[in-house]
């Protein structure tokens, strides 16, 4: 998909200006220090394009890279390489900014029982490769879909009538194998959630302090998440009020992409 989006009918630049049999020769070259990810998905590019292409990578994904330093090489047909260059690079780009994201979220935590999750606002179609990313920087999967797990969150409370009416309908018509999450806003809702029997409680745009107090009123009973622009926040500190999960849709919806270019000789 994203291969004919940027072709199209064919790259015009390349084939006018590049004679048939040229040979390039090309180093991707980090201009920041990264956590590297998406170097199979670039390869894959390369070989939909011209499985002769050869993509020879010097580290691999998870992997720390320093600026200036060439993560792989690639070399084949010149028009070739250079038709899939741009959907190569941002594909590797964006995995690898996310990792890194996910990387310094992970090691903000280090030292608490908190773990690291992404959440569903991914790039439409490029899912399964941002949630690959957050697993490569150290963090962990929520649901991938909404097959996945049960998560009540307001709307669906506001529908079903009720915390309690919610997570008893769920009981009744879910598989006993899934687990069942609901949001809350303040400690009354949280008491409803336990009371109901909800496994997982999303604590949502809470301050350190009223997530401090649900943990202590959880005790235990379900797991904590702590939610809602995680990613603006301190969250050595959230981790510390002893949530057991950070949520942060900042890792795939608003990421930085990575700074790498791939520079070509011509042999």
């Known amino acids: 998909m994203a291969l004919n989006e940027d072709v199209g009918t064919g790259d015009i630049t390349t084939e006018t200006t590049i ?13 920041e220090d ?3 990810c998406g170097l199979e998905i670039a390869e894959l590019v390369f070989h939909m394009v011209d499985k002769q292409i050869q993509l020879v990578a010097n580290v691999k994904d998870g992997d720390f890279v320093k600026k200036g330093d060439c993560i792989a090489t690639v070399s084949g047909n010149a028009r070739n390489v250079l038709t ?3 959907t190569a690079l941002n594909l590797l780009q964006r995995m690898t900014g996310i990792a890194t994201r996910t990387n310094e979220a992970v090691k903000c935590v280090n030292g608490t029982n908190a773990k690291i999750a992404d959440t569903r606002k991914t790039t439409p179609g490029l899912r399964v490769l941002e949630k690959y990313a957050v697993r490569v920087g150290g963090g ?9 797990g049960i ?3 307001d709307n669906h409370i506001a529908v079903s009538g009720g915390i309690t009416n919610a997570v008893k309908n769920a009981r009744i018509n879910a598989p006993h194998t899934l687990k069942i999450e609901v949001e809350v806003e303040n400690e009354q809702m949280l008491h409803e959630a336990i009371n ?3 496994d997982i409680i999303m604590l949502d745009n809470m301050t350190n302090e009223q997530m401090k107090k649900c943990v202590e009123i959880t005790a235990g009973r379900a797991l904590l998440e702590a939610s809602g622009n995680m990613g603006d926040k301190d969250l050595k500190a959230v981790a510390m ?3 057991d999960l950070i949520s942060i849709g900042a890792l795939t919806h608003s990421v930085k992409a990575a700074d790498i270019s791939l520079k070509f ?3």
């Open 19 to 31: 004679p048939a049999e040229k040979v390039a020769y090309g180093r991707f070259i980090a201009k």
């Open 34 to 36: 990264m956590i590297i």
């Open 84 to 86: 899939g260059e741009r």
């Open 140 to 148: 962990t999967n929520h649901r991938f879909n909404l097959a996945d």
């Open 151 to 153: 998560l009540i969150k």
């Open 196 to 198: 109901a029997g909800a």
């Open 241 to 243: 009020t002893g949530v």
């Open 265 to 267: 000789t011509i042999e």
